[in-house]
């Protein structure tokens, strides 16, 4: 790449304001490692938005977003925004509908020197992004519940074949770069015959393009059994939207909790950072918020890129960023609360950047 990467930051509400900063920090500090060339670009999105320029989304967000490579975008705390601002709106699938972020990418991985249920789990659920049950990624306009009487709600779910498609690719080259070589994919197409039916086909063809990748099937169920009891066998687990927001979850449950769980949402031009977790209005503001998933949705932001552009700088910021968050929960230093530590955000944030820095070339 003959330019500098361009990358947005929003920081989004509650404790995006705190761990948002932190993972810009370390990503600064892999790139200038790495000699890659950056340009950043901050932008006002969710409630400060709201308060200092009347709206969540204000007016040329998109268009400032189309020239940039990626973002990264802290939790957005939605449910506390005044219901009677029409301008109050969640800016998120905004967001992943306008760019096509099909495929939200949650790995779970133990850690090192970090107490967990288990300490040999590396998994990634992929996730579709745009369909499925949740009522603003089923509808082209509107929303998808429906009350036709006091007594009764009708939710709809989307799945279409394209869409099943792309995030059944998605996982396949993600496998495909992995050394066990294995797709589960999780589904109940015993019971949604046409829903799970088509998506569980779509995965079948799919593949059949990646002879050196195994497919296997799972009902969601079952699965939810099997995670919890040996998640050591799952490699790359491709699911629909709902099943995929549940597991992920149980997921880093599995690994240490949400603190821990980074995401990347890609499509096929662009990628957004976004951790797993929440805004965690319970406790923002206190400083005490781990920065692990957001600095970690960095660094699957900078690897992505490195691929997409093929320009190995990003890759090396991806891994040094990975080996000194390594460094960092070995050592037992600076931790978070959540981590048995007492750190705070910040501090563990500059931890990670010192190690960046120390680290050999
Ligand atoms: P959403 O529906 O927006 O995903 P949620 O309802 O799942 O949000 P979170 O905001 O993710 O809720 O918080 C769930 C719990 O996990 C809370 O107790 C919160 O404090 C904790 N938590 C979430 N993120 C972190 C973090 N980065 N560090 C420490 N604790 C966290």
Redesign the pocket.
């Known amino acids: 790449m003959d330019r500098a990467l361009k990358i947005g930051i929003l920081e989004g509400d509650d404790?995006g304001l705190e761990?948002v900063p932190e993972a810009i920090k370390v990503m600064r500090a892999a790139a200038q490692k790495a000699g890659l060339p950056m340009e950043w670009f901050p932008m006002p999105i969710g409630r400060k938005a709201l308060d200092q320029l009347g709206y969540t989304l204000p007016p040329g967000t998109l268009e400032k977003l189309d020239t940039l490579d990626g973002w990264v975008l802290g939790?957005i705390g939605h449910q506390a925004y005044p219901r009677d601002r029409p301008n109050a709106i969640n800016p998120h699938p905004i967001l992943r509908k306008h760019y096509d972020l099909f495929a939200n990418i949650r790995p779970a991985k133990s850690l090192p020197g970090l107490p967990a249920l288990y300490k040999d789990v590396d998994l990634v659920i992929v996730r579709e992004n745009n369909e499925g049950f949740p009522p603003d990624r089923n509808t082209y306009l509107g929303n998808g519940e429906f009350r036709p009487t006091p007594e009764m709600t009708i939710s709809i779910r989307l799945v279409t074949r394209e869409g099943s498609r792309k995030v059944a690719r998605a996982a396949f080259e993600l496998a495909r770069t992995r050394p066990r070589k294995k797709v589960t994919a999780v589904h109940k197409d015993t019971v949604f015959k046409l829903g799970c039916g088509m998506f569980a086909e779509e995965c079948r063809k799919v593949a059949q393009d990646y002879p050196d990748v195994t497919l296997d099937e799972v009902m969601v169920d079952t699965f939810g059994m099997k995670l919890v009891m040996r998640p050591q066998q799952f490699d790359v687990v491709v699911t629909t939207n709902t099943f995929g927001d549940i597991l992920s979850?149980v997921a880093a449950g599995l690994v240490g909790?949400?603190?821990l769980a980074p995401a990347l949402s890609a499509g096929p031009e662009r990628a957004m950072a976004q951790?797993t977790?929440?805004?965690?209005?319970?406790?923002a503001g206190r400083n005490?918020?781990?920065?692990y998933?957001?600095i970690m949705s960095g660094q699957m932001l900078f690897a992505w890129l490195g691929h997409k552009h093929g320009e190995p700088r990003a890759v090396e910021a991806a891994e040094v960023m990975a080996r000194a968050m390594e460094n960092v929960i070995q050592a037992g230093r600076a931790l978070?609360p959540?981590l048995g530590g007492k750190a705070t955000t910040v501090a563990m944030g500059d931890a990670v950047a010192a190690e960046v820095v120390k680290l050999a070339p």
């Open positions: 404790i761990v939790p979850d909790g949400l603190g951790a977790h929440g805004s965690a209005p319970d406790i005490i918020a781990n920065p998933a957001m978070t959540d």
